[in-house]
Nanobody, 125 residues
Framework: QVQMVESGGGLVQAGGSLRLSCAAS????????MGWFRQAPGKEREFVAA????????FYEDSVKGRFTISRDDAKNTVYLQMTSLKPEDTAVYYC??????????????????WGRGTQVTVAS
């Protein structure tokens, strides 16, 4: 089992940047595929990005391609989401998630086994 805590959220102007971090507990962090999801008020939780156990495979939701970058540091048990060129529509609670299966392209909420509690990102226009 893995427990995760997100940080780095906040209020930013449109066009700005934020870097989210997700610190995970446990010695098996490197064995998990890691993902970021987000949920805006009144909307379903949606996939943002995922990174494979090795870091060699990465998958992004179309609307964040070229703006967001996911990365991981297994020595620090941490996964990151660098967000640039932020838009008001990026406003949401951002969640870190982990799964034991290996496919980064299976981007559904049920496919992930473990979740953090989320961090709020608000982009002002």
């Amino acid at each position: 089992q893995v427990q995760m805590v997100e940080s780095g959220g906040g209020l930013v102007q449109a066009g700005g940047s934020l870097r989210l971090s997700c610190a995970a507990s446990g010695r098996t962090f490197s064995t998990y595929t890691m993902g970021w999801f987000r949920q805006a008020p009144g909307k379903e939780r949606e996939f943002v990005a995922a990174i494979s156990r090795s870091g060699g495979s990465i998958f992004y939701e179309d609307s964040v391609k070229g703006r967001f970058t996911i990365s991981r540091d297994d020595a620090k048990n941490t996964v990151y989401l660098q967000m640039t060129s932020l838009k008001p529509e990026d406003t949401a609670v951002y969640y870190c998630a982990a799964k034991t299966s290996t496919s980064v392209r299976v981007a559904t909420v049920p496919s992930y086994n473990y979740w953090g509690r989320g961090t709020q990102v608000t982009v002002a226009s």
